[in-house]
C-alpha cells in the first residue's frame, strides 16, 4: 500500500477551498511562512484540478453551486487514484532528489536507487531542480491531455530551480499550452526568482495556528507531551515540518531548552558538528529571543527561563549582524569546521557579558 504522506494537514482543510478559488491563472505560485507544508496544499490544488468524480454542474447529481475545479478531490474517483499513486498521465510533479522521500512514490525512490547503482555509490540527494526535469517539464507541457479534464505540473520548492532552470521554464510558464495548469509552491515570495514571480498569480497560504499543530504533533508522535510539542514547535518558528524534522533529528524539546545554557557554558562538542546551516539558524534564533528579551519582549523560539540574563541590547544586536553576514554564505562555506568553531567563539563571547 502507498501511504502517501501528501495529505492535507487538519488546519488546512479550511484553506484548500479558498486556494481553489483565489488560483485562477494557468500559472499559480502558492507560497507562505517556510515548512507550513506548502507540497501538501499544491498537491491537493493538483488533485482537485484533475478530479473526475464532480457531477456535471448543473446536472441531475449536481447538488453543489460550486464549479467542479472549486471543489477539493473526491478521493474516491479512477483520476484521484491515479493521482494518489503517482501514475496521473495528466499530472508531473518535479521535486528535488531530497524532496522525493517525503513524496512517497516507490517509483521516483526507485528512480533515484538506479541513479545510485547507475555511479556505484550512495549519492548524496540534490536539493536542487535541475534543467534535465525542466525540459521534461515542457514537453510535458506540448504533449496532449491523456483524460481530458487537464494537464497539471507541481514544482517545489520553487526557489529550488537554478538560474538555467528557471529560464527554461519562463516561456512555457508565460503562456501555458492549452490546458495546462502550473502550480509552484515555494516558502517566502523573496526567495523565488523574479522572473519566476512576475509570471505568476502569487497566493499567500496562511500559517498553521500552534493551538492546533501542537495537539496534532503530540497525537502523532510517541512519547511527544502536548507541551512539548508546543515547545518544538516554537523552536521550529511555528514551521510543523520544521518540528518534525527537529525530531526526525533526534531533538526533543529538553535538549532545545538547555541549548542556551551549554552554550554560554562551553558545553558544545557536539556543536560543531552540526550542518552549518542548522547551526547558524539555531544561534540566530537565539540572538533574536535575546533582543527581544532585552527590549522586555516575550521570546519566541526558546523557553523564556532558559534564555540567558541581563545581555545588552547592543552587543546582542551586533552579535546577530554578524550571523546575518554569515548566513549568505552558509550553503557554501569555505571550510565548514572552521566556520562553525568561530561562529561558537563568537557566541560565547555575546553570552558571556550576559
Ligand atoms: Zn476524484
Known amino acids: 500500500m502507498v501511504v502517501s504522506t501528501l495529505a492535507l494537514w487538519p488546519w488546512q ?4 477551498p479558498d486556494a481553489l478559488r483565489a488560483l485562477t491563472s494557468p500559472a499559480a505560485l502558492l507560497h507562505g511562512a517556510t515548512g507550513q507544508g506548502q507540497l501538501n496544499l499544491a498537491f491537493q490544488l493538483a488533485k482537485a ?3 473526475e468524480g464532480h457531477p456535471e454542474p448543473g446536472g441531475m447529481f449536481d447538488d453543489s453551486p460550486a464549479e467542479p475545479e472549486l471543489r477539493p478531490a473526491c478521493g474516491q474517483c479512477p483520476a484521484c487514484h491515479l493521482v494518489d499513486t503517482g501514475y496521473h498521465p495528466d499530472l508531473m510533479v518535479v521535486v528535488p532528489d531530497n524532496v522525493v522521500p517525503r513524496v512517497g512514490w516507490p517509483h521516483l525512490e526507485e528512480a533515484l536507487d538506479k541513479a545510485d547503482k547507475g555511479e556505484g555509490r550512495k549519492r548524496k540527494l540534490s536539493p536542487e531542480i535541475k534543467v534535465d526535469a525542466i525540459r521534461e517539464v515542457v514537453s ?5 491531455v491523456s483524460r481530458g479534464r487537464a494537464k497539471v505540473v507541481l514544482i517545489h520548492p520553487a526557489d529550488r530551480m537554478n538560474t538555467v532552470s528557471a529560464n527554461t521554464l519562463l516561456k512555457t510558464l508565460e503562456e501555458p499550452p492549452g490546458q495546462v495548469r502550473f502550480i509552484l509552491s515555494c516558502g517566502p515570495l523573496d526567495d523565488v526568482m523574479p522572473t519566476v514571480r512576475s509570471r505568476c ?7 498553521a495556528p500552534a493551538q492546533a499543530v501542537a495537539p496534532w504533533l503530540a497525537e502523532h508522535v510517541e512519547g511527544l507531551s502536548a507541551a ?3 515547545a518544538l514547535l516554537a523552536a521550529a518558528g511555528g514551521s510543523p515540518e520544521g518540528a518534525l524534522e527537529l525530531m526526525a533529528m533526534g531533538w526533543s524539546a529538553a535538549l532545545w531548552k538547555s541549548l542556551p545554557g551549554d552554550l554560554k557554558a562551553g558545553r558544545v562538542g557536539a556543536w560543531g558538528q552540526w550542518p552549518l546551516p542548522l547551526l547558524l539558524s539555531t544561534l540566530q534564533k537565539l540572538a533574536h529571543d535575546m533582543a527581544r528579551e532585552a527590549v522586555g519582549a516575550p521570546a519566541l523560539y526558546f523557553p523564556q527561563a532558559a534564555l540567558p ?3 545588552g541590547l547592543p552587543q546582542v544586536t551586533a552579535w546577530g549582524q554578524e550571523l546575518r553576514k554569515a548566513m549568505r554564505h552558509a550553503e557554501h562555506p569555505f571550510n565548514a569546521a572552521l566556520k562553525a ?5 563568537q557566541a560565547r563571547r555575546a553570552l558571556a557579558k550576559a
Do not use: I, K, N, R
Open 13 to 16: 482543510q479550511a484553506v484548500l
Open 49 to 51: 484540478w484533475l478530479c
Open 140 to 144: 510535458f507541457s506540448q504533449s496532449t
Open 201 to 207: 498569480q502569487a497566493w499567500q497560504m496562511p500559517s
Open 228 to 230: 512539548d510539542a508546543s
Open 309 to 311: 540574563q541581563g545581555a
Open 341 to 345: 568553531e568561530s561562529l561558537l567563539f
